[in-house]
């Protein structure tokens, strides 16, 4: 039986496997893991395993080569570093605007309090409605 056989077979008794390292999960419909299904699936275990890591990687993907620190290789492009300092550490304000943390600290403070000012303002209208809302 070809692992695509056993999936549609599987499939008609209502069984779905999963691997969860070198054991199998089966998750079936009430009534529909008899005992000569358990026998059958315990005999072909090692094909619904295969057809399960068949069913798991599409066939079109490519695979992603990765570097000695396993990480994928070339995917993610280096920071640019700011014109003025050459520091690589950066925000985005909220219209993604990027900032350099150490020429722009004091603007970053500033958003930081504004935030904060903002979140009080949130809370003490949230308490006003449910004042009124009691009265």
């Given amino acids: 039986m070809t692992a695509q056989e056993f999936i549609h077979e599987a499939q008609r008794l209502g069984l779905r496997f999963a691997r969860n390292g070198d054991k199998l999960s089966v998750d079936a419909e009430q009534g529909s893991l008899t005992p000569a299904v358990k026998a059958w699936v ?7 395993l295969r057809a399960v890591d068949a069913a798991s990687i599409p066939e079109d993907v490519e695979p992603i080569e990765l570097g000695p620190d396993g990480w994928p290789v070339g995917s993610i492009e280096p920071a640019k570093p700011c014109p003025t300092c050459g520091g690589l550490e950066k925000w985005w304000d909220l219209l993604s605007g990027e900032h350099c943390m150490t020429c722009e600290r004091l603007t970053l403070m500033r958003a930081h309090r504004l935030a904060e000012k903002a979140a009080v303002i949130r809370q003490r209208q949230s308490l006003t409605r449910k004042a009124r809302r009691n009265v």
Avoid at 42 to 47: A, D, L, R, V
């Fill in 42 to 48: 315990s005999n072909e275990k090692e094909t619904i």
